[in-house]
């Protein structure tokens, strides 16, 4: 088999985006995410009201790329070794063996992940930044690719824990997926009318687009994406404008300024491009700084959001031409 170029891979992921929309109606600034994800090495948090699609979304993510999948459904009694694996003890051989959990994966779907108490989400943290798992002092390599795609439910909804700011932190988009507008519904209604069933994607049609051999093609030339002084300039002054912002205790730290370097080169690659623009950055800032930041008190309480605070430093700051 011959290894994929530039150009093909790019062909296969804008395939792979055309594959999901079999399954999910309406939800293309996720599923781009989701894309720009995969060639940036990062994870992802889908955020919305239950019964969006935010599963959906993940599960035909993976029946349209040759990866392995498992999934963790997050709830209060689930216990860090539920996710990393254990030591268990075999009696045949008289001695433990390590017995790896579902971390063990390329694409780790941890569904609703804020129902489960801060110590069993902080079991992800090593994972999602070493890309490794140490239990009982031995470091044991996870498989690559590796994604973490997680799902929660909005803070307000009962018997959610937020997420601590490290483990926000290690992920590299936080996305919104939103209700469906009132057309997106209609064709999401025609769809099982009809007899789709989410159950059974392949019945839906989805097939395998994207294998780990395009993926690393793709990476390979996101890589080489030029980014201009200025453009370097620009990603630096809006993570600096947030630290200095009233609204806000806590500003985007320059690990985000990574981040937000990074998802920029990979939208710009994605549109056919190979130099980065101030366009691409304003179009990436917000899924990727938007869990990198803090409200003040003071601030939640009179409606403002981190949304707002981060396209209002957007429209105040200069754009490089």
Known sequence: MSTPTADSARASLEDLRTEIAKAVVGQDPAVTGLVVALLCRGHVLLEGVPGVAKTLLVRALSTALELDTKRVQFTPDLMPSDVTGSLVYDTRNAEFSFQPGPVFTNLLLADEINRTPPKTQASLLEAMEERQVTVDGTPRPLPEPFLVAATQNPMEYEGTYP???????????????????????????????????????????????????????????????????????????????????????????????????????????????????????????????????????????????????????????????
């Not at 690659?269 to 130099?275: E, F």
């Open 163 to 321: 997420l601590p700011e490290a483990q926000l932190d290690r992920f590299l988009l936080k996305l919104t997926v939103s209700l469906p507008a009132r057309q997106d519904e209609i064709d999401i209604l025609t769809r099982h009318a009809a007899g789709f069933s989410p159950q059974d994607l392949h019945a839906a049609g989805l097939r395998p687009v994207a294998s780990a051999a395009d993926l690393e093609a793709a990476r390979a030339a996101v890589a080489k994406t030029a980014v201009s002084p200025d453009v370097t300039g620009y990603i630096v002054d809006i993570c600096r404008a947030t630290r200095e912002s009233p609204s806000l205790s806590l500003g985007v730290s320059p690990r985000g300024a990574t981040a937000l370097l990074s998802t920029s080169r990979a939208w710009a690659w994605l549109t056919g491009r190979d130099y980065v623009t101030p366009d691409d950055v304003k179009a990436l800032a917000l899924p990727t700084l938007r869990h990198r930041v803090q409200l003040r008190p003071e601030a939640e309480m009179e409606g403002v959001t981190a949304d707002s605070v981060i396209n209002a430093v957007l429209a105040h700051l200069p754009v490089p031409r």
